[in-house]
Nanobody, 126 residues
Framework: QVQLVESGGGLVQAGGSLRLSCAAS????????MGWFRQAPGKEREFVAA????????YYADSVKGRFTISRDNAKNTVYLQMNSLKPEDTAVYYC???????????????????WGQGTQVTVSS
């Protein structure tokens, strides 16, 4: 079992930045691929970014490419999402997720992830 706790959400003006953090309870953390997803009111949960178990590869949704950066520190059991040039359409609850098959894949689908955090709200005002 892996417990994930997100932090760093908040209210920011368009064009601003936020950094989300996700702390994982389990050791070893390094075997898991990690992803960030988001869900806006009335919409499906959607993929944002993912990172391979060793940090060697990263993947992004087209909507955030060039603005968001995912990274991880396996020594701290933490994954980050740096969000720059934020837009009102980035407003959503952001979720961290862990895939226990992270040594074999980096998923971009909700169904590929086994563990989820409680989410953190990001609100971007225009």
């Amino acid at each position: 079992q892996v417990q994930l706790v997100e932090s760093g959400g908040g209210l920011v003006q368009a064009g601003g930045s936020l950094r989300l953090s996700c702390a994982a309870s389990r050791r070893p953390f390094s075997g898991y691929a990690m992803g960030w997803f988001r869900q806006a009111p009335g919409k499906e949960r959607e993929f944002v970014a993912a990172i391979k178990w060793n940090g060697g590869s990263t993947y992004y949704a087209d909507s955030v490419k060039g603005r968001f950066t995912i990274s991880r520190d396996n020594a701290k059991n933490t994954v980050y999402l740096q969000m720059n040039s934020l837009k009102p359409e980035d407003t959503a609850v952001y979720y961290c997720a862990a895939d226990r098959l992270g040594s074999k894949r980096v998923g971009t689908f909700v169904s590929q992830y086994d563990y989820w955090g409680q989410g953190t709200q990001v609100t971007v005002s225009s």
